[in-house]
């Protein structure tokens, strides 16, 4: 009998699980009180990170739902707006949180695959400031968008945008080190543009738990009070930073694999006559644009190949190797009768 081989689990990034060294920085991380301020490995990671960002603090939450929820609650009171895209996450899937526990209304609005606003559009979705009106106060902006990259330029003009439109601007940067690691730029050079920003580490970055807001000083200040209030302040939890820092030091530099995995992938799919021309890819997001009839049975098909995937998305992690790819590759041909394109 064959020996059964590990499943790859293309479903999304944050199915990572910690490695060894990870877990032995968690076990022997120095931790205290974190509600009295006083666990010094949480205050290291919002430090770190913080200046990672060349931002003037940060505050460590339990996932990047809060961390985009207590964003917006700083930014906003009851009755304001946000801008969010329609397929943001901010939008379509913190569920709803923004309007319920803060009273604040989302004006959701098309997106580019890009991750772009047609900013002539959002300019027509700012409230005038009247009544009758919710006040628009923030822009959310998702980087990466379904792994997609939003160029420095493009950073810049938005920026611009909601300067002359006094609106604040988030950047919901779940994958913010993707994003620098693709354009081959410092964090920084990203995060100068907006007013807060959230970023992931339980994604590529490979962390059990937890997340960043960073931002102004008075805005992090804000920030704990409402992290509070959503009972995500949290005791000894510098087991749980020390994963971050070690995330931040070990980490960032290897998203470059998940990237080149991603391309590999694509290369190898769009080598199959069917799928030529229905691959899509960005950063470690892979789409194949097919049926949903026809992804459930490549679904069934994988998953006898002990290969995941629940949706058209395939992602590449830190627990996908260039090995994996290949069986991937190699699953898929087999699916669609070995038509492989010369
Ligand atoms: C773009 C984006 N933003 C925010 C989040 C929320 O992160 P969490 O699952 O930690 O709440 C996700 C999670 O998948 C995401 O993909």
Known sequence: MGVAQPAIDLRSDTVTKPGAAMREAMVSADVGDDVYGEDPTVNALQERAATLLEMEAGIFTASGTQSNLIALLCHCQRGDEYIAGQEAHTYQFEGGGAAVLGGLQP??????????????????????????????????????????????????EVRSFCDEHELLLHMDGARLFNASVALDVAPSAITRHVDSVSFCLSKGLGTPVGSLLCGKAAVIDRALRWRKMLGGAMRQVGILAAAGLYALDHNIDRLKEDHDNALLLAEGLRGITDLSDKIRVNTNI??????????????????????????QRMVTHLDVSSDDVDRVIASTQQFYGNSIRV
């Open 107 to 156: 004006q959701p609005t098309m997106v580019k695959t890009t991750g772009e606003y047609d900013l002539n559009v959002l300019a027509t979705l700012i409230k005038p400031d009247d009544p009758h009106y919710a006040r628009t106060r923030v822009l959310c902006v998702e980087n990466t968008h379904s792994g997609a990259v939003l160029t420095l330029e493009y950073l810049s």
């Open 286 to 311: 892979l789409f194949i644009d097919v049926s949903n009839e026809e992804i459930e049975s490549l679904r069934s098909h994988f998953a006898t190949d002990g290969i995941l995937i629940e949706s």
